[in-house]
């Protein structure tokens, strides 16, 4: 059920209130509330959102057990979209025409039949679509953190955020704030007095004279989500020159391996993008021409070990989005709810681990150490490569 079962892919929002003592029955009511189906208001674009309780598309059984695991709330938002089968609409569209212009002299449809014919048959689908035959339904898991109070959204596109924030704060009178690359780092910047670091910041010059003072993907000039993009570069420097170990901030230590793939994208939009597939995508040649060419990562595979517990995922960087993560297995003598507890604890780790991580990247990169630590990276980038592919 959702977050509970197999890989873990999802975007984390911030909710913008305080959290709830503890969940409970108010929760479930406001989701049933809310639930698929039972208010049937649309969107301007004619899609319907609401609530269900996460075992499949068409179930509205919320209840405590079920909905409610270690201080967490699980359901799912289900998206519903009408999508009319275009070859039944050319089908449709044909026979009306074909009975508009039978009696043409000219045996040719006219301008004024075809829009006629074209209208009837729209019409004749629409009124066919209303007993939701024709209906896309999708579910997105939802996680709702209490210790947090963070939301996690089964998905790492943006396409559907709108959807949620719209929705969970129609239900729960709260709104949401996805925690992205820029406003994390402003986050931590608040806990350690760095804000006006962060505020200041501007694209590192990885390779001087090439590097743009902006990013083409970034169109808000306020945004400092390229923080993301140095952020796995940096990874890629250390694992590749310092050590594949980094010293965090509670004293524990995360041991991590770039794996699986690669996202590299212009930053001036100029070159293109370019994706490699490899158990070691960083180690081959054109991974590092391209990033000698300034392109910057936009998504990594990423293997983490910390506190013996080992994680695969992938990561986004502008949205810090996970995408299909592998945690630790349950404690095999655990009951079924004890591992849905250890399941919940493992996402709890992962979160952390990935905020302890960078964090450690943001205490180098908004401080003095910085200046040294770019011309290492300058250095990094500039020299040939000699290993065998």
Known sequence: MGFYAGRA?????????????????????????????????????????????????????????????????????????????????????????????????????????????????????????????????????????????????????????????????QTFGTGLECVTAGRRAYQLAEVNARTRLVDDSAPSAFIPGLTPPDVAWIADESSRDFIGNEFLLWLWYHTDVVSDTIKLADSSEVTLMLARTLNLECPRGVTGHETISHEGPTRLPEARRAIQSGKLPRKVGLTLVRHGEQYELTLHAETLGVGGAKLPPPDEQADARGKLDDRANQLRALIETLDLLYNAFGEKRFSKEWEEELTGMQKWLKREERRAA
Not at 46 to 55: H, L, N
Not at 106 to 115: D, L, Y
């Open 9 to 169: 892919t999802f975007l984390r929002f911030r909710v913008n209130g305080p959290a709830p003592r503890l969940f409970d029955d108010e929760q479930i009511d406001r989701l049933k509330d809310h639930m698929a189906g039972r208010q049937r208001i649309a969107s301007a674009d004619g899609v319907e959102t609401g609530w269900t309780a996460g075992d499949h598309v068409l179930d509205t059984d919320f209840h405590l057990a079920k909905n409610v695991i270690n201080d967490t709330l699980t359901f799912d938002l289900r998206v519903d979209t009408d999508k009319l089968p275009g070859d039944l609409l050319r089908a449709y569209y044909a026979v009306e025409l074909k009975a508009l212009s039978k009696n043409n002299p000219s045996g040719f449809a006219s301008a004024r039949q075809k829009r006629e014919a074209k209208e009837i048959a729209r019409e004749r689908l629409e009124q066919e679509a209303k007993d939701g035959r024709y209906k896309k339904r999708k579910c997105i898991p939802v996680l709702w953190d209490r210790l947090s109070n963070e939301v996690l959204f089964g998905a790492t596109s943006l396409t559907q955020v709108d959807r949620l924030a719209n929705l969970f704060e």
